[in-house]
């Protein structure tokens, strides 16, 4: 009888032989190259949604390379992107009714449920670091806050954001609103604050129409684990394949890292995050194989290939002053 690997082991192990074999590509063309059919792709977008900018070009330019890396075996392909801005749950919707055919988002069981995550955090996990926007006129932040002090502050989030969820289970009181709303439920008072990945809070701040009344606090960082994934239906396993193949090959030849780290956002999220208290709070609606992809990967794509090893935005979290939920 073989040796039964305890639960972690057998996921670690599972994790680690799903990238082994997507990532052996040239055995693969090797072996079953006249089998691959190589046609013409249209892959449906959605488009920008207003404050993030950056981060969708980001998204869709390393999105692109992914492709681009894959002609040869599967084909030419082309971005029809669509014509209408929307947010987040109606692009998972759109998935859903074959109106898109990638997107992506942070995740969550339930998301992963309904559609093919590629887990692979394309944002290194830095969604998971939140700052606070408040009122420009509230002073209450500026005292030392601790996680029992954050629960008699109300946050605003947006209706089915898995951050609304991970917020009251941490008992701090959510006021569910759309995205556009939130900024002004805290500007004219209704909620405390509204947490912003460090990653786009500052494309957020230089809005005029979004931010009007607000400041960034200067002290906290509230951080979870909370990975970034681009989503196919889960039908579409032919594309989720070819994006992962993508993607791994841009992480082998440092592509993926060389794009990621020479991101103005990427740059400005770590120096925001520097000399703030951390708040640690868990994550409820991250499953096990995804906690382990951010911990597989963002080691690897927060430094460059054949680079010395550099600390990653969890490591630099160590270093700071932590207060654990």
Known sequence: MGMR????????????SFITALSDVSARQNSDESDIPRV????RLPNIHPGRDAIYSYAKQLLFNALTVTEKEYGTFEFIISE????????LRSLEHDMLDVTWSVTSKDREAYFQPIR??????????RVLLIAGDDTRFSKNIDIDTLRNFRAALGYDWPDTAIFRHAQIPVLET?????FKMVADGF???FPRS???????MSNLELSRGLQLENNLVIAYPSPVFFFVR????PLAKRITDGLLQLIETGSFQQLLLSQEGYQESLALMEGRTTINIDNPLLNEESRMALETFVPRLTRLKNTPEQESPDEQDSKQTKKEL
């Open 40 to 43: 013409h792709t249209q892959v």
């Open 5 to 16: 690997l305890p639960g972690k082991a057998l996921i670690v192990f599972s994790l680690l």
């Open 120 to 129: 692979i955090p394309i944002m290194a996990g830095l969604y998971g670091k």
């Open 84 to 91: 209408q801005e929307s947010p987040q749950q109606r692009q």
């Open 191 to 193: 909620a405390d604050m």
């Open 234 to 237: 889960s039908d579409n396993q």
């Open 178 to 182: 759309n995205y556009r709303a939130s």
């Open 198 to 204: 460090v990653m786009e809070v500052k494309e957020e």
